[in-house]
């Protein structure tokens, strides 16, 4: 079951909320585009992911602890679910990068 509260979207049972916070690559005061006005969370359900409605496409990229890119897929716009690879283990960065832009968001995986 899925709950929203206050713009905070939480689920119960076997389910995990990954919050989500943006990077910017661009120093600050460079036409920097604004944080999201509220936390958003992808929630994960073992190797199910879902994640809001994005009008934008995306690349989803998880980074082992030396930050290299150990999976990689591409989000066309308007996806809500992403199934990853059983064979996928351990701890991980997730990186949304959105296509054409100068910060992506990230967040921590456990699999």
């Known amino acids: 079951m899925i709950l929203l509260v206050g713009g905070g979207i939480f689920a119960y049972g076997g389910q995990q909320n990954i919050p989500m916070q943006i990077i910017k690559n661009q120093p600050v005061g460079q036409n920097n585009p604004l944080s999201p006005p509220r936390p958003w969370y992808i929630i994960q359900d073992d190797y199910v992911l879902t994640l809001p ?3 934008d496409d995306f690349t989803l ?3 082992d ?3 290299t890119v150990v999976y990689s897929t591409y989000l066309p716009a308007g996806t809500t679910q992403v199934v990853l690879p059983s064979t996928l283990s351990g701890s991980f ?3 949304l990068v959105p296509f054409f832009a100068t910060y992506y968001y990230r967040g921590y995986i456990d699999l």
Request: aromatic share 8%; proline share 0%.
């Open 53 to 55: 409605a994005f009008e």
């Open 61 to 63: 990229e998880l980074r």
């Open 65 to 67: 602890a030396n930050d």
């Open 93 to 95: 960065e997730l990186r």
